[in-house]
């Protein structure tokens, strides 16, 4: 090469151009329930990254199957699109949760979705207990929770959003959080919660719940309980909310549906976990006269 002169490089000829691969994962998780001899089993599965399925394990003689659904990855970035397609057939019975919390992380543009659809056949029953979301500082999050009840199915739904990572000092700094919740029963009547949320704007901002650090909804849904059993189950869940008012700001109420409907403010994790405990056991014991869970997730 000469001095002072400038080599360019030859184009290389039939070189395909690179593909730039889009932001975010998109992960599915289907799963079918089914009861078989007396005992509830998972009938079919299939799920891709990030998404990992643990066997389900029996705690009782009850046949009920007690599931976790894992993600190995720790959480959701920017541009993650996340699914879950679960359905419980006739007279199953089915408990969900998750051995750690949901962490979404901050995001420059991208928001992560997770989509949630949950079919409940006749006569069976979901509880439905996922660990709380945590948004980080800076995180943009899109979450729907969609349930469809058959005739006489149960669904018992806790879903619960922490302000952020308190032990980092941030409380209610993620940038969006939209959230979906709909029930619908076998007569075509709904439940809905739906709301937006971005704490930089008078428009989205979160209001009373800024004095706490843990938001969090329980529903429980089945149109052929009495409503003298929802009564019941509506005074017993007020008085448990009375008895941890120090530290848990909750209410309960009947929902247009046949069930109750419960929201929760809480100051810390333990005292949401508590709280959670306690409203489940009374549920528990209500409906169908069944001891709370020891259930350990590790």
Known sequence: MIAGSVSVPRKRKNVPAVLTEPVGRVGRLQLEYAKRDGRTIIARSHCTTPWHL???????????????????????????????????EEGAHVLISAPSA?????????????DITLTVGPGAVLEWLPEQTIPFAGSRFKQTIHATLAPGATILLWDAIASGRMARGERWAFATLENDIRITTASGAALVERYALDP??????????????????????????????????????GLALDEEAEHVLGGVSQPAVPGVAVKLLAKSAPDLTRILDVLWAVVRAELWSLPPVAWRKY
Request: hydrophobic letters at 40%.
């Open 200 to 237: 930089a704007t008078n428009l989205g901002a979160v209001g009373l719940a800024a004095d706490w650090d843990y938001v969090a909804s329980l529903y429980v849904v089945n149109d052929v309980v009495t409503p003298e059993v929802w009564s019941r189950l509506e005074t017993r869940i």
């Open 54 to 88: 643990l066997p389900p394990i029996y705690l009782d003689d009850t046949g009920a199957a007690y599931t976790l659904l894992v993600n190995p990855s720790g959480g959701l970035v920017g541009g993650d699109r996340l699914s879950i397609d679960m359905s419980v």
């Open 102 to 114: 949901n962490r979404v992380y901050r995001s420059e543009g991208e928001v992560s979705v997770q």
